[in-house]
């Protein structure tokens, strides 16, 4: 009998392992997968998918496999907050998202208030990480640092030229446009013309009108690629050669798609081409050949999820709250955007910025490159 219960203890204690090494860890993609920014919900959920793969393939974080809960926020911040409490009822630790600025930051409270660790490859506005939170994090930089640059490169390459700016109303879009502006100012430039549009709209000539009455050459529009695409090709219908300066917004094969020939001179800020990067290649080759473009938010979603991992590693634990004050050590993340570090905010404390520039490819495609 003593012989049997040893041996049922010790088959019972073997479960326990296996059952320990196939555990689980939920993680979440939370990100536009419909609506007019879908788009850039598939760049993020590729480079997650891609990402959770590959770590599984090596054996998971801590021993546990990873496993994605998919939620769609459609770009709408109620439908994000219902997402954020989707994941807490299905025991989500970690979301990678969202996307949008206006989504991320009243899900954000959510996931505090559960214990939840967030990480956005995308939302840039400045209060996501302004409000002293233990659980905010992201791989992309923010609206502030991207509107200095965007007055730095609008001073030199149109000193003495008009320049409009025009935004989306939204919290990323009037956000950037604002700092924009604010930096422009700073410069001694005026603007001579501020103005809003409102997004899913269809048609924009009122404002058109007013910047060809302003004569301005350059618009800086704060937005998606969606309004920045029709507002490019109204432009040009109206005869209208203003050139059209955009974000990261803007920075996506779509803003072509909907603007047609019209977005050709176009120019936009945003961190430098990730795919140029070494540490990226293995990734980029993997991506390429499921036929999947590796552009704008995929790497930095797949370097959300490298953080995650590495800071776990760290902190010897998946508890959120652990790996959060692992990844807020200062130490360094060796990712596919390159090595990145985190500050008691949970911004990056080095990031760049590049400019880009759409123009036609030998094939006649219009795509844009890093200038």
């Known amino acids: 009998m003593n012989k049997l219960w040893i041996k049922g203890l010790a088959l019972a204690a073997g ?38 793969e590959d770590i599984n393939a090596a054996g998971g974080i801590l021993g546990q496999k990873l496993t994605i809960v998919i939620g769609d926020d459609a770009s709408d911040a109620k439908q994000g907050v219902a997402v954020a409490n989707k994941f807490v009822g299905e025991g ?4 990678m998202g969202h996307y949008n600025s206006g989504v991320s930051i009243p899900a954000s409270e959510v996931y505090q208030e559960n214990g939840i660790f967030q990480i956005s490859p995308a939302s840039t506005n400045p209060n996501f990480t302004e409000r002293k939170m233990w659980n905010v994090f992201r791989t992309c930089g923010r609206d502030d640092q991207q509107g200095l640059y965007g007055a730095e490169v609008i ?25 924009v502006l604010k930096n422009l100012k700073a410069k001694g430039v005026t603007e001579v013309l501020y103005e809003g549009i409102n997004t899913g709209e269809k048609d924009y000539s009122a404002i058109v009108s007013k910047i060809k009455q302003t004569g301005a050459d350059l618009v800086f529009f704060g937005g998606l690629y969606t309004e920045g695409g029709l507002l490019t ?20 094969g779509e803003f072509a798609s909907v603007g047609g020939a019209a977005v050709e001179g176009s120019i936009a ?13 293995a990734v980029v080759k993997k991506l390429e050949a499921k036929k999947i473009n590796p552009e704008s938010y995929t790497l930095y979603s797949y370097a959300a999820v490298q ?29 596919v955007i390159g090595k990145l570090s985190f ?29």
């Open 155 to 179: 001073v030199k390459r149109f000193a003495g030229k008009k320049i409009a700016v025009v935004h989306d109303k939204t919290t990323y879009g009037k956000g950037l446009a604002d700092d």
């Open 269 to 281: 800020t945003f961190g430098p081409d990730p795919t140029k990067k070494p540490e990226s290649a």
């Open 15 to 52: 479960l326990g392992l296996a059952g320990a090494a196939q555990a689980q860890v939920k993680i979440g993609m939370a990100g536009p997968i419909t609506g007019p920014s879908a788009a850039t919900g598939a760049q993020m959920k590729n480079g997650v998918e891609q990402a959770v």
């Open 343 to 371: 500050d008691a905010k949970g911004d990056r404390k080095d990031v760049d910025w590049a400019t880009y520039i759409w123009k036609k490819a030998a094939d006649g495609k219009l795509v844009y490159e890093q200038m």
């Open 92 to 95: 989500v630790k970690f979301v």
């Open 307 to 335: 953080v995650i991992k590495q800071a776990a590693e760290k902190a010897g634990s998946l508890d959120p709250k652990k790996v959060a004050e692992a990844a807020h050590s200062g130490m360094m993340f060796d990712t």
């Open 233 to 252: 090709r109204q432009m040009r219908d109206a005869g209208v050669k203003t050139v059209l300066m955009g974000g990261d917004g803007i920075v996506a």
